[in-house]
């Protein structure tokens, strides 16, 4: 019996070593911490971002007629779709491509991390592939969004969703590669935190470029007036606002790309207050603006002006104090009261506001960046604006041009008239309304 005890004490003793170097080997919490913390600030924000779909959904069914509905609630839920599936096939990789020459590299298809991936074979430093993925889809959905509510009312479903898989798949990835995947203008230094620039101006150049090619809607402009054109649920539109808002914390605040420290926390609370005081300041400007313009308050101006000073905060919103943030999203609001009534003189018919908002709104952003960002130089934002411009509009304007030329993408007056729930969807969105 003492000889068993001082075998097993003997074996007891030499596994010691083997023990401690085991224990040795675990990494801890110091070294998988930040992993795991921005992989969960990517998942969380993610979420957030993908309710923006709802937010976009609701607030174009709210602003176009009744008769139009249901073939906007189709372009959202499909445009959605058609980006998750483009981005994961050709998207992610032609976006952050690793090495390439700083302007173009066509990748392929995303591939995940291996299911139970152990700490030795994930990226420490970062985040996991799939969070990362989850997390920069959503932003190009958004994009695609923007499109979808300018260009409502009178154009055909299938030429939409056509140019969506193009600006999914190829020409968002492209031009954020620029910046977001390492490539010329951020070699350049030009700065855009969360996407003023990369997503919102890119999806405003996308739809000016349509709205000219489509034209305005039938008696929009007529005899020198123009013609309003009411919104069927206000209180739908209101709610789309507001859900938008409340996305736009993950927008930005995801866009920090780190929650391990504790410096990092405190940065994503600071990116939500800064974003909450913009977009309050723009809807309080957007109030008081129209009340004295008007005589009376416009309430579609109003949630264009929260949404445009939330675009105009996006660019830079970790930087400034909240006073900084009030002024910037203030100057948001300006620009969609007095944006609005100038593309109704220029004749190009924007059913929702989106092109003041996403585009006007995105380059005041960019450049009120200079005010806060050290890093940052007016002229290499400038830069930035001209390139990402440049390239969406004139490539949108050909893809447009093309599709307009091969199958057509406006819809007959008849059909127009009629409404596209039933011309094109055969059902309507208030079928109790219209039969009542």
Avoid at 267 to 288: E, K, Q, W, Y
Avoid at 373 to 382: H, K, P, R, V, W
Avoid at 399 to 405: D, H, N
Wanted: charged content about 10%; proline content about 3%; some cysteine.
């Amino acid at each position: 019996m003492k000889l068993t005890k001082s075998l097993i004490a003997g074996a007891a003793l030499t596994a010691l070593p083997t023990l401690a170097l085991a224990q040795d080997a675990a990494p801890g919490f110091d070294e998988i911490g930040p992993y795991i913390m921005t992989t969960l600030l990517f998942c969380m924000a993610g979420f957030l971002v993908f309710f923006m779909a709802a937010g976009f959904a609701m607030l174009e069914g709210g602003l176009v007629r009744s008769k139009n509905v249901t073939m906007q609630m189709t372009k959202n839920i499909g445009l959605f779709s058609i980006a998750a599936i483009m981005y994961w096939l050709v998207g992610f990789n032609t976006m952050y491509p690793g090495d390439f020459n700083g302007y173009f590299a066509l990748g392929g298809q995303t591939i995940l991390d291996d299911v139970g991936v152990t700490a030795d074979k994930a990226a420490l430093d970062y985040a996991s592939v799939a969070s990362d993925f989850f997390f920069q889809l959503v932003f190009v959905a958004a994009t695609a969004s923007i499109v979808s509510g300018a260009l409502a009312e009178r154009i055909k479903l299938w030429p939409f969703l056509i140019f969506v898989v193009v600006l999914t798949g190829l020409m968002y990835p492209i031009s954020g590669s620029w910046k977001w995947g390492g490539g010329w203008l951020d070699a350049a230094g030009f700065q855009d935190f969360a996407g003023s620039t990369v997503v919102h101006s890119v999806g405003g150049w996308a739809a000016l470029a349509g709205a000219i090619v489509l034209g305005p809607r039938l008696g929009k402009y007529k005899d020198g007036k123009v013609n309003p054109m009411p919104g069927s649920n206000l209180a739908l539109a209101t709610l789309g606002t507001f859900i938008l808002w409340l996305g736009w914390f993950g927008f930005n605040g995801g866009s920090q790309l780190a929650m391990g420290t504790v410096g990092d926390v405190s940065d994503v609370s600071r990116i939500f207050a800064n974003t909450n005081m913009a977009a309050a300041a723009g809807a309080v400007t957007a109030l008081i603006l129209t009340q004295v313009l008007y005589k009376k308050p416009d309430l579609t101006m109003v949630l264009n002006g929260a949404l445009a000073g939330l675009v105009s905060i996006t660019a830079e919103p970790l930087a400034p104090t909240l006073f900084g943030a009030l002024w910037i999203g203030a100057i948001g609001g300006v620009i969609v009261v007095f944006a609005v009534p100038f593309l109704d003189k220029l004749k190009i018919d924007d059913v929702v506001g989106a092109i003041p908002v996403h585009l006007f709104a995105g380059i005041w952003g960019t450049i009120a960046v200079v005010f806060y960002n050290s890093d940052a130089s007016l002229g290499t934002q400038i830069t930035g604006i001209i390139a990402y411009g440049a390239f969406t509009f004139v490539a949108s304007l050909v893809l447009w041009f093309i599709l307009k030329a091969v199958m057509g993408i406006r819809v007959g007056e008849e059909e127009e008239i009629a409404g596209l729930d039933m011309s094109e969807m055969g059902m309507e969105a208030y079928p109790d309304f219209s039969k009542g």
